[in-house]
Every structure is written in C-alpha cells, then in structure tokens.
C-alpha cells in the first residue's frame, strides 16, 4: 500500500478496505468465521471513515451472512437490514433481492413462515423485475419449502415444479435437491411410487456430479419408504448405503438417524436384540449432541421393545443401559420404559 505513492489517502483507504473485504470472503469460504468477522469489520471501519457508503452495504451483507451461518439470528438480521437500507438508499434495486432472499432463510430457520414468505416474495419481485431468470429459481425452492413446511402440499409442489423447470433450463446441478424435496413431500403425503421416482432422479444427479455426501441423504429417504412399504430388504440396502457414507463422511448425527432406521426395521420383524442394539447406538449419539427431540423419540423406540417383548432375553439390561447413557437413576431410567 505503501508503494502507491500516487493515490490520494481516501483512495488507498478505498482499497483497503476492499481488500479486507476479500479476505474476509477467503475466511469465509474456509468457515473461519472469527476471521472473516474480524476482516470485514476491518473493511467496514474503512469504508465508514472514508465515507464508501454504498460498499459498506456489501460488508454488512456479507457479516449477516457468516451471522447466519452460526445460527446468530439476531445479528444476522441485524446486518442484512443495514445492507437493505444502503441498497435502498441508492435505489439497487438489484442487490436489494438478494438480501431480502436472506432475510427469507433466516425467518425460515426460525419458522417464521409469513415473515419467510413476505421477504422471498419480495426477492422474487425484483429478481421478475430485473429478469433475473436463473437466480428465480432459488426463490422458488425455498418457498417451496415454507409451504412443505406447512404441510401445504399443492402450494409445495408448485414452487419445486417452477424451480425445477429453470433450472433444467439452466441445465443446472440444483435439480437434485429440488427433485430431493419433491421426493419429501410425496412421501409425506404416501405417494410412494411417486416419491421414489423423484429420489431415483435426484440420486442419478448426485452420482452423476459425484455429490456423495447427499447421496446418503437420499439413500436414507429411500429407505424411509421401502420401511414403510414394509419391503425390509430394500429399506436395509438403502440404509446400509447411507450408513457407508455417512461414515466416510464422518456424520455422527446422520449415523444414529440410520442406526434408528435399522432398529425400526428390526423391530418390525420383531429382532427385538437386534432392535435393542440399534436404538442404543442411535440414543448414544443423540445424546451427545443434546439432540432432546431425537433421544426422545428413542427413548420411546427402547420402550416400545422393553413393552412389546415379555420374553426378550436382554430385557432386564435395558433399564440399566438407559440409565448410564442418560446418567440418570435407574429407577427413572426404568420409569421411562413404562406405558404411559
């Protein structure tokens, strides 16, 4: 900075601040989010003493987006309503859309349908308004998934379909995980044959761009409907195939959601050893990461068999193994397993 002797002090303030502005981005990218907050504040205190009002807009996009990332809604918001209002300010109507659509995924995080949809609406607005054709499409997806969300399955679909169709313009990659959600609302509604058939494309897609972390997703999914077809050989294939990948993946949480599936399948075939085993590396896992829904719902799972199985020779060591992986009383460990 010190070499270009022929800027003015405002001009390599400018720069300076672009400059951490990008390293910020760098920081970004590689999840170093203390170091990208440091940087773009860094850019930011630049941009404010030099009076770069209009790019101060996309530092404090950029902050809202690593805010967001740690799940910091708050200060999110906070930083995309000071970039909106700089974009607002200077009449872009342009980078306003991609804020609002921001602004959108985090009232979604945080199940705030209206808001979610007001603010994508608003994004799809302008994205319509500039022709912005392919960036329309994200758009739709995640309205899709507001509706999805509300169980408002033809609204639902209809979003996916519209998303869908651009980005099969596009000849983009993002089908998959539109044809994926597709998948989801089909089967929420028992629409089997249909549901396989979008997890069928959306599994192609991902094999095809070697995505093999979302192939476990689907292979899940598509365990989820042949368990509930009943066809245990198919649900244990798919789920084997998950389970590889989340391994490879090293995916804890996703493991013990496929160590429930194995037990549930096992369970219905009333292996009730087998089920037992399965549930208990499931609980172990959602446990550590105080995941209180999910152990709940094995916890329920353990009592199902504890109930369902008088002669069960591992019975009696359910209640103690509860009791250790919970660090509770046995006595209330025991409590948990009774009929409600």
Same mark, same amino acid.
């Given at each position: ?145 507001? %509706? ?5 399955? %033809? ?110 399948? %096992? ?14 590396? %499931? ?58």
């Amino acid at each position: 900075m010190n070499g270009l002797k022929h800027l003015s002090n405002e001009s390599k303030g400018k720069l300076a601040g672009q400059i951490y502005h990008q390293l910020g981005r760098v920081a970004q990218e590689q999840r170093e989010w203390a170091t990208a907050v440091s940087h773009y504040n860094q850019a930011l205190a630049l941009k404010i003493e030099f009076n770069d009002r209009y790019r101060q807009a996309a530092t404090y996009h950029q902050l809202g987006m690593v805010a967001q990332e740690q799940r910091e809604w708050a200060t999110a918001v906070s930083h995309y309503n000071q970039a909106l209002a700089i974009y607002i300010e200077f009449n872009d109507r342009y980078e306003q859309a991609g804020t609002y659509h921001q602004l959108g995924i985090v009232a979604e995080e945080q199940r705030e349908w209206a808001t979610a949809v007001s603010h994508y609406n608003q994004a799809l607005a302008l994205k319509i308004e500039f022709n912005d054709r392919y960036s329309q499409a994200s758009t739709y997806h995640q309205l899709g998934r507001v %509706a999805q969300e509300q169980r408002e399955w %033809a609204t639902a679909v209809s979003h996916y379909n519209q998303a869908l169709a651009i980005y099969i313009e596009f000849n983009d990659r993002s089908q998959a995980s539109t044809y994926h959600q597709l998948g989801r609302v089909a089967q929420e509604q028992r629409e089997w044959a249909t549901a396989v058939s979008h997890y069928n494309q959306a599994l192609v897609l991902f094999i095809e761009f070697n995505d093999r972390y979302n192939q476990a997703n689907v292979n899940h999914q598509l365990g989820m409907v042949a368990q509930e077809q009943r066809e245990w050989a198919t649900a244990v294939s798919h789920y084997n195939q998950a389970l590889a990948l989340f391994i490879e993946f090293n995916d804890k949480h996703g493991q013990a959601r496929l160590y429930h599936g194995f037990g549930r399948v %096992a369970e219905e075939q009333e292996k009730w050893a087998d089920a037992a085993n399965y549930f208990f590396n %499931a609980l172990t896992i959602f446990h550590d990461f105080q995941d209180n829904h999910s152990t709940g719902i094995t916890v329920r799972s353990l009592a199902r068999v504890w109930q369902a199985a008088p002669e069960f020779t591992g019975k009696p060591a359910i209640p103690g193994q509860l009791a250790a992986i919970l660090s509770i009383p046995p006595a209330e460990a025991l409590a948990l397993l009774q009929p409600t």
